[in-house]
């Protein structure tokens, strides 16, 4: 009887804090009866585990659990239809790109969006695939956190994974900083071979601009999307005919700049030069 007892007190204890609850979000119910005694050994630190008092760290758990061979994300028996939900509370048009490059980075080209819904409080969307192998969550949140997006939390039920996302001050890491010190005798020089590129905007002033020329010189026809710190768009800047160079105004809340040529992206291929100047006209090229 004693035995069956200290099983007993062992098993609410298994069942009874954060750590273990997390473990059951992500282990087939099978696999955590048949391995629960190695689950224990493993997670016997709990501390270790922990993001924060009572609150379970869910990725070290996933990767542990992976490293131990207790959460399978690749499949012997074949492909199979997959899914991954993400949610947030903000910035939806931000986190559909850090998801979107990372997921692209990890070769999950194939993915597709299938349902997506979202109220006052959050955003949620969900892909679908079909794959030999699950997203793995370890990988999933290095390449997350280049956007400084946190995966808060992860579940698991059956084929279909849920992955709660949260950032206290995103960035997109591909941006390169135009600062105040770049004039148009001292310019950022920027080159990207796709020819698409993104600026992170400094703090400026209403009367600010900012200029844009091809590196190699030459006529290009500007095509510039501003968007503010959540990646919503504020401003599309055009030009109608190939110019040699562009200066716009910033508009109000401006965190971001987006480049590319109207035509053909790879005639920026070579590189841009961007420069910042002081003048309270409107946006003209020339």
Same mark, same amino acid.
């Given at each position: 009887?004693?035995?069956?007892?200290a099983?007993?007190?062992?098993?609410?204890a298994?069942?009874?804090? &954060?750590?273990? %609850?997390?473990?059951? &979000?992500?282990v087939?119910?099978?696999?955590?009866?048949m391995?629960?005694?190695l689950?224990?050994?493993?997670?016997k630190?709990?501390?270790?585990?922990l !993001?924060?008092?009572?609150? &379970?760290?869910s990725?070290?758990?996933?990767?542990?659990?992976?490293?131990?061979?207790?959460?399978?994300?690749?499949y012997?028996?074949?492909?199979?239809?997959?899914?991954?939900t993400? #949610?947030?509370?903000?910035?939806? /048009?931000?986190?559909?790109?850090?998801?979107?490059?990372? +997921?692209?980075?990890l070769g999950?080209?194939?993915?597709?969006?299938?349902?997506? #819904?979202?109220?006052?409080?959050?955003?949620?969307?969900?892909?679908?695939?079909?794959?030999?192998?699950?997203?793995?969550?370890?990988?999933?949140?290095?390449?997350?956190?280049?956007?400084?997006?946190k995966? %808060?939390?992860?579940?698991?039920?059956?084929?279909?994974?849920?992955?709660?996302?949260?950032?206290?001050n995103?960035?997109?890491?591909?941006?390169?900083?135009?600062?105040l010190? $770049?004039?148009?005798d001292?310019p950022?020089?920027?080159?990207?071979?796709?020819?698409? @590129?993104?600026?992170? +905007?400094?703090? $400026?002033?209403?009367?600010?601009?900012?200029?844009?020329?091809?590196?190699t010189g030459? +006529?290009?026809?500007?095509y510039?999307?501003? @968007?503010d710190?959540a /990646?919503?768009?504020?401003?599309?800047?055009?030009?109608?005919?190939?110019?040699?160079?562009? +200066?716009?105004?910033?508009p109000?809340?401006?965190?971001? /700049?987006?480049i590319?040529?109207?035509?053909i !992206?790879?005639?920026?291929?070579?590189?841009?030069?961007?420069?910042?100047?002081?003048?309270?006209?409107?946006?003209?090229g020339h």
């Open positions: 009887m004693s035995k069956i007892f099983f007993l007190f062992l098993a609410c298994m069942f009874g804090d &954060a750590i273990s %609850d997390k473990v059951r &979000a992500l087939d119910p099978q696999s955590y009866v391995h629960q005694r689950i224990e050994i493993v997670f630190n709990r501390k270790e585990f !993001a924060e008092p009572n609150r &379970a760290d990725v070290k758990i996933a990767s542990t659990l992976k490293d131990n061979g207790l959460l399978d994300i690749f012997k028996d074949g492909p199979r239809n997959l899914s991954a993400f #949610r947030t509370t903000k910035s939806p /048009l931000f986190f559909l790109k850090a998801v979107g490059d990372s +997921l692209s980075d999950y080209n194939f993915t597709r969006i299938s349902a997506m #819904r979202s109220d006052e409080l959050f955003f949620e969307w969900t892909i679908a695939y079909r794959s030999d192998h699950a997203i793995d969550p370890a990988q999933l949140s290095r390449k997350l956190a280049a956007f400084r997006v995966i %808060d939390d992860i579940s698991k039920q059956g084929n279909a994974w849920s992955y709660s996302l949260i950032s206290k995103p960035t997109l890491p591909e941006a390169i900083a135009l600062e010190k $770049h004039t148009s001292d950022l020089s920027v080159q990207n071979m796709s020819g698409e @590129y993104w600026i992170k +905007l400094p703090k $400026h002033s209403a009367s600010s601009r900012v200029g844009i020329r091809k590196k030459g +006529l290009w026809v500007v510039a999307v501003f @968007y710190d /990646l919503q768009p504020i401003q599309t800047a055009t030009s109608a005919n190939a110019v040699k160079a562009f +200066l716009s105004p910033f109000e809340n401006a965190a971001y /700049l987006k590319t040529d109207n035509d !992206a790879v005639a920026l291929q070579h590189g841009l030069q961007l420069w910042i100047e002081v003048n309270k006209n409107q946006a003209l």
